[in-house]
């Protein structure tokens, strides 16, 4: 009886699949792990997790060459896993993505962003973004002490991208002093380039979700993990009757293990090899000393420094200017206009203030 009733589900399920057409089948599939692979890259980029950042993207990247996932949103998907893929690398400069030796990965991150303008609702978050991912490109090179590296950078924007004139002037002074921890640079920094990439991030993928095979693979994992705790319940009540049954007897038989359970030394690596280093698989351990080394050097540094000079009338006037053109909040526009004197940002929030309260602006 029973071979019978499988046999018919066997015939039953092969008529099925040959009233579906198989590609188009494939194709929503396809097009359901290509979105997962995103939220997931879209997630460790995020959480800056760049070992599992790169596996996940060798994982995107083989499942969008199936020719069926076609049209503008699959496209955009890569386009952008392609910019993060080159921010995640932006601060290793020996790493290329173009044939071009001289165009290091943020170069080349700046240009797929030209490209994802109409992806971004936010104007002021592409230009920010925009900004941000030029300076940088300069600034990188000169954290890693490459001076020659940050002039041709500087030179290739120049001729490659619509660099403000103001922006490539104050750059051009900062690589001609070498100043490292310019204020500028402190002000458009690696880690606020980040900050708005994610407001991208988050604003793209409440626009367009990705989330469908997300939210089914959550529903199973919940739904297992409720099982596994009644299968834990029960085993632990049986577990505690064994217990009673044994306690009852005279003298328990003892068990004798036949082969030991503990595994010595099966993974330890040779003493005489050296240790393997990959560039994408930089350790953790590494990346507290790097960080740890920069932030007391940088620390040392603005010591030295010489406190801000006293806002002048002129100063002022430039901030007023500033204020009436972009708007208040738009600090780092209002840099980008006028030289403050190497103050930043929350400077000019504070000035601003201080304005306010002295009701010196209408």
Aim: aromatic share 8%.
């Amino acid at each position: 009886m029973d071979p019978e009733v499988n046999n018919k589900t066997a015939i039953d399920a092969d008529k099925i699949d040959q009233s579906i057409s198989f590609p188009h089948v494939t194709a929503v599939a396809s097009g359901w792990m290509l979105d997962f692979m995103f939220v997931s890259l879209c997630r460790r980029f995020k959480e800056d997790k760049f070992d599992e950042f790169n596996q996940t993207l060798s994982v995107f990247e083989a499942v969008s060459q199936n020719l069926s996932l076609k049209g503008d949103c699959y496209d955009e998907k890569t386009m952008i896993t392609a910019f993060l893929a080159r921010v995640m690398h932006g601060k290793q400069l020996d790493i290329m993505f173009e044939e071009d030796e001289c165009v290091m990965p943020l170069m080349s991150a700046a240009k797929i962003w030209l490209q994802l303008e109409d992806t971004v609702e936010d104007e002021s978050v592409f230009k920010n973004i925009k900004i941000l991912l030029l300076v940088q490109s300069v600034a990188v090179c000169l954290e890693k002490g490459k001076r020659s590296s940050a002039s041709s950078a500087l030179k290739w924007l120049q001729s490659n991208h619509d660099l403000p004139q103001n922006v490539g002037l104050k750059l051009t002074t900062i690589v001609t002093q070498r100043d490292t921890y310019h204020p500028f640079l402190m002000s458009f920094s690696f880690s606020r380039l980040l900050e708005t990439i994610h407001l991208f991030l988050d604003a793209y993928l409440e626009k367009n979700p990705s989330d469908f095979l997300l939210k089914a693979a959550t529903k199973i994992v919940l739904s297992s993990q409720t099982t596994e705790g009644l299968k834990d319940a029960v085993t632990q009540e049986s577990s505690l009757s064994e217990k009673t049954n044994e306690s009852t007897e005279k003298k328990p038989k003892a068990k004798r293990k036949l082969l030991s359970t503990k595994i010595t030394d099966v993974w330890k690596p040779d003493s005489c090899k050296k240790a393997f280093v990959s560039l994408r698989r930089l350790q953790k351990s590494e990346i507290s000393q790097i960080i740890c080394e920069k932030s007391n050097s940088t620390t040392e540094i603005r010591k030295k420094r010489k406190p801000p000079q006293k806002w002048t009338p002129e100063l002022d006037k430039y901030l007023k200017a500033g204020v009436k053109h972009h708007g208040t909040g738009k600090w780092s526009l209002i840099l980008l206009d006028y030289d403050f004197g190497g103050r930043t940002g929350t400077m000019l929030k504070d000035r601003w203030r201080v304005l306010m309260r002295a009701h010196e602006v209408g």
